[in-house]
């Protein structure tokens, strides 16, 4: 996931409150305690101003896939905001020559925009197209391009490229997206950029909000001395681009370098390098948007297969600390976990449930965090037919979002959203383990931004990884995303009935499986049998129902050298609610570097005592007896277990006699 590293906070940002272009001039008290009153403008120069000041706008979409709950309450909307087809998303001027200046941020806010082309309009209302770009810079945060067609009323702003500290300036911009506003205030200081002191930032005390990003910041006689970009985020200062930096910047060429850090969720390490490329202006502003992403794309790539590299001594599951969960029993939840590296280097598994919905028909959304991604297992509603519900993109979406996590904000009313329509990708993505994730990207026209899922198809559902975000940003998550699939973990669980139906998808299935046999005969036998182990039994040792549940736990554990996936454990229950059931476990002899807890529990497995000896014992109203499969003395690593537990109190022969129909019919293969 991408850092942007820098304590001040651009300014831009778009603004769908009210517009009205305001020649509105304000002044007031500037700095502390001794302060002085502002001078006045020279009302000769506010018609200049208010001719070569325009708002950076976009087009609103016009189409929209999404169905809400209700008619859209549009009159909640202030009169000029319904009625304008454009969102306000910035400040832009004109310095002379038919060239205009913005942020560079301002002008990226197109990269991958679901709205229309940016273009300019001016106090009158009238709307100019970009036409090309013809400088810009990453790090200075400014763009100098030309429009397709001049405005009548063209003018164009004078500029000081030496202005003195002290003085009275004005910062001019579409503040919160309501018109041009003037706001007076004193240029303080000049400060360094943080990433090698190549220039200075202006620092002044007039007011900057959203939307005046890319404006000009004026002196007394009207004239340009900087760029308003930023203001600070813990005082009450503005920073601003000397306007000599943009006149003295090469022409018709874009120049990126900027230092820009990167983190991946499952560890705590930052890669710090410069994002630096260049490429030949002028282009135009679809071409210049096209050559920008390619570039951007490609860093993301590269940081990110950078930074794994960096790790890989350490990266489980082949790094240092992955021993510890390597030989940890798996877990048996159906919601899934994040495998991540704690302080000590050693890695675990990290979840974070927070809310559980029902759905019709023994349905249910649970949603939790994991690192900085949304984690959702979604429960097939018992209605939808399993075949609709794993390739059917717009069902599993209109069931994900039906408890509200997705709303529109329309004046002081929160919409719930019922459906996004169909995903504009709709892709398989094959993690480290061989899961087959599948990956889908919705729009979200009226926020500009994406949706995309990853979700793993699973007996009773989907387990699903989410990360909203602003559009322009998709590749980036998109490819940070895919590598987080390696890192999730996660049950696989369901009725019979359920697995009955997930089986017949094999092309959803994960590799894993290829190696696994079940036969699932109703009220008749139970078989599951792979490479390493099978077994099968009848309801003679267990009633075997639609409704019984089973439950596969994979674990990750090294095998003649290699780290693989495989199965630690099959659960096979009664029901979902009765603690009547069965279980196998796999269990990996520790390693030299684990604790005594691992070591005193593998040598009860191998001299087969308490709890492993074979003995019924009870709790909590359950009874439990344990059974070590095979000759324990000579184990290659690895033993397994049996396990009978049933509710209540049972005689001793009765357990044992359980115990002994479920090992009898239990086959050990792997050596």
């Known amino acids: 996931m991408r850092l942007r590293q820098g304590i001040p906070v651009k300014v831009g940002g778009v603004m769908t409150t009210r517009r009205r272009w305001m020649m509105l001039v304000v002044f007031g008290l500037c700095g502390g305690a001794g302060s002085v009153r502002a001078a006045s403008l020279d009302p000769a120069v506010l018609p200049t101003i208010q001719a070569a000041t325009f708002e950076v706008v976009a087009a609103k979409p016009v189409a929209d896939p999404i169905t809400y709950e209700k008619p859209l309450p549009l009159e909640l909307l202030p009169y000029q905001q319904r009625i304008d087809k454009y969102n306000s998303i910035g400040t832009a001027f004109a310095i002379g020559n038919h060239r205009y200046v913005t942020a560079g941020h301002v002008l990226l806010s197109a990269l991958g925009s679901l709205w229309g082309p940016l273009s300019l309009r001016d106090a009158s209302g009238h709307v100019y197209t970009i036409d090309k770009i013809e400088k810009f810079s990453l790090r200075r945060d400014f763009v100098v391009f030309t429009l397709a067609s001049e405005p009548h009323d063209s003018a164009a702003f004078e500029v000081d490229t030496r202005p003195e500290l ?113 490429f030949a202006l002028p282009k135009r502003l679809a071409d210049f948007i096209a050559s920008y992403r390619r570039l951007q794309n490609a860093y993301f790539e590269q940081q990110l297969k950078a930074l794994l590299a960096q790790e890989s001594d350490r990266l489980f599951p082949h790094g240092s600390g992955s021993d510890r969960l390597l030989h940890s029993a798996p877990r048996l939840d159906s919601f899934p976990a994040l495998i991540i590296r704690d302080s000590n280097g050693d890695w675990g598994l990290s979840v974070r449930p927070i809310s559980k919905t029902m759905l019709s028909d023994n349905g249910y959304v649970a949603m939790g965090v994991a690192g900085h991604s949304l984690f959702f297992h979604l429960r ?35 919409i719930k959203v019922r459906s996004m329509g169909k995903p504009v990708i709709d892709r398989v993505h094959v993690d480290a383990w061989g899961r087959r994730w599948q990956v889908r990207e919705w729009l979200v026209p009226f926020g500009n931004s994406r949706i995309i899922t990853l979700s793993l198809p699973v007996p009773d559902g989907y387990v699903t990884m989410t990360q909203p975000m602003k559009a322009g940003r998709e590749h980036e998550h998109m490819i940070d995303m895919q590598a987080l699939t390696d890192f999730v973990d996660v049950a696989y669980d369901g009725t019979i009935a359920q697995w009955k139906d997930y089986l017949k998808n094999k092309s959803l299935l994960p590799a894993a499986f290829d190696d696994i046999r079940l036969e699932l005969t109703d009220g008749q036998q139970f078989t599951y049998s792979s490479k390493r182990m099978g077994f099968s039994f009848t309801p003679k040792l267990q009633a075997i129902t639609p409704g019984s549940e089973l439950t596969l736990g994979f674990s990750y554990f090294r095998d003649q050298g290699k780290a693989v996936w495989g199965v630690g454990n099959v659960r096979v229950k009664v029901d979902p609610d009765d603690p009547d059931g069965i279980d196998i476990w796999r269990h990996l002899a520790p390693s030299a570097d684990l604790d005594d807890d691992y070591k005193s529990e593998w040598r009860k497995l191998v001299k087969q005592q308490h709890p492993y000896d074979g003995v019924a014992f009870s709790g909590n109203d359950v009874m439990w007896i344990n059974g070590v499969v095979g000759q324990a003395a000579t184990a290659p690593g690895f033993l397994y277990t049996a396990s009978y537990d049933v509710e209540g109190n049972r005689p001793q022969d009765v357990m044992k006699a359980k115990l002994d129909l479920l090992m009898k019919n239990l086959h050990v293969s792997e050596h």
């Open 380 to 414: 097939k509603p018992d209605n939808v037919p399993a075949q609709q519900f794993y390739s059917d993109a717009s069902k599993f979406m209109d069931l994900l979002i039906k408890p509200g996590f997705m709303t529109r904000q329309v004046g002081s009313e929160k």
């Open 166 to 278: 002290n003085q009275v300036v004005y910062a001019v911009g579409n503040a919160l997206g309501t018109g041009v506003v003037i706001r007076d205030g004193l240029y303080t200081s000049n400060t360094p950029e943080q990433q090698d002191g190549s220039w200075k930032w202006m620092r002044f005390s007039a007011a900057a909000s959203p939307g005046n990003s890319g404006g000009p910041l004026l002196d007394k006689d009207g004239k340009v001395i900087g760029v308003v970009l930023m203001k600070s985020a813990n005082e009450n200062l503005n920073y601003a681009l000397p306007i000599s930096e943009v006149l003295d910047a090469p022409d018709h060429l874009a120049v990126i370098d900027e230092r820009q850090s990167y983190q991946f969720d499952v560890f705590d390490t930052t890669l710090s390098n410069i994002f630096k490329a260049k």
